[in-house]
């Protein structure tokens, strides 16, 4: 493998990352606070259909992006009102969410569109195009940091660069303001943060807003950065990847983001190669698409017991009085 070839199987890691990545930390808020969600599937699908639909019939990227979080935080809602306040089942919950999802978004996009499910393609405006960076042109010819600038880190769309910044920012917010001291505190010990007078509903319904806002960034990428349409269950089980990457995690966004690029890179191998000669056997075309999940059952299989979740995870909170 040459050079150019790795700069661009690393510049298709990052994009496939991307939408992991974003819902990857959108788990990390919810878990942190206590509600577990497997629902990420669902509001990252949603998200795609309504940023997609409504970015085709208002011919711009951003409405479509506001229409996606919107969709993605109305479900965030539903999974809260019914973990938080009627003290459901939070795992039933979200698989609800994923169901009515997968759903409703065929079933709408057929009735707005009539083409089997699907959305039009998006152009222009419609859709998000690659930024690229100050000067990447002229230290484009520079041997080896010339095409890493130019290349590797330019000509991405803006919410590849939201994503990024997303994991320094959560950092800061987790372990340095206060909202985040409170957050991971009600996750552990909700009790104590009721008795230091935080509302751990409040707390709860924040962290599950945050979720919302970032899978549906997820889920608007996918449509309007990534492809430049919505197709029927286009998200392929990538809500589930990121909370296998979650659990690898650790649920710290820096490790978060390492295993967000370690699916992000198998997917890249998936799209660029279609054989890999491994040791004189080529391993078949199937084999190459199943290793983003092969390895998503290896983790959960091997890390599930090592990774300590918030203690009171999955566990609805009842005032004492």
Not at 12 to 41: M, N, Q, V, W
Not at 93 to 107: E, Y
Not at 182 to 198: H, K
């Amino acid at each position: 493998m040459d050079f150019t070839t790795l700069i661009q199987l690393l510049d298709s890691t990052i994009r496939s990352a991307t939408p992991l990545l974003l819902a990857c930390l959108a788990g990390l808020y919810s878990e942190r606070s206590g509600i577990f969600d497997i629902g990420l599937e669902g509001k990252m699908l949603a998200a795609a259909f309504f940023s997609a639909a409504v970015a085709f019939l208002s011919g711009s990227a951003w409405i479509g992006l506001a229409a996606g979080i919107a969709s993605s935080v109305t479900l965030a809602l539903i999974h809260a009102l019914a973990s938080i306040n009627f003290r459901g089942n939070q795992l039933i919950s979200g698989v609800a969410i994923n169901f009515l999802a997968a759903g409703m978004t065929v079933l709408v996009a057929e009735a707005w569109f009539s083409q089997g499910g699907r959305t039009p393609s998006l152009v222009g405006l419609a859709r998000f195009e690659p930024i690229k960076l100050p000067f990447a042109d002229q230290v484009a010819e520079f041997p080896f940091l010339g095409p890493i600038y130019a290349e590797l880190l330019s000509g991405h769309s803006i919410l590849v660069y939201v994503a990024l910044a997303m994991v320094p920012m959560t950092w800061w917010v987790l372990y340095r303001s206060r909202f985040g001291l409170r957050l991971r505190a009600v996750g552990e010990a909700p009790e104590a943060v009721d008795t230091a007078g935080v509302s751990v509903i409040r707390l709860r319904y924040q962290a599950v807003i945050i979720c919302g806002v970032l899978c549906g960034i997820a889920g608007a990428y996918m449509a309007t950065g990534l492809q430049a349409n919505f197709t029927k269950d286009m998200t392929a089980n990538r809500g589930f990847i990121a909370l296998a990457a979650l659990i690898f995690a650790k649920w710290r966004p820096w490790h978060a983001l390492m295993a967000c690029l370690l699916f992000g890179f198998l997917f890249a191998i998936e799209t660029r190669f279609q054989k890999i000669d491994l040791l004189g056997v080529t391993l078949p075309l199937q084999f190459v698409q199943a290793l983003p999940y092969v390895l998503t059952v290896v983790i959960l299989a091997g890390f599930v017991g090592r990774a300590t979740p918030p203690r009171a995870g999955g566990e609805p909170y009842v005032k004492e009085r």
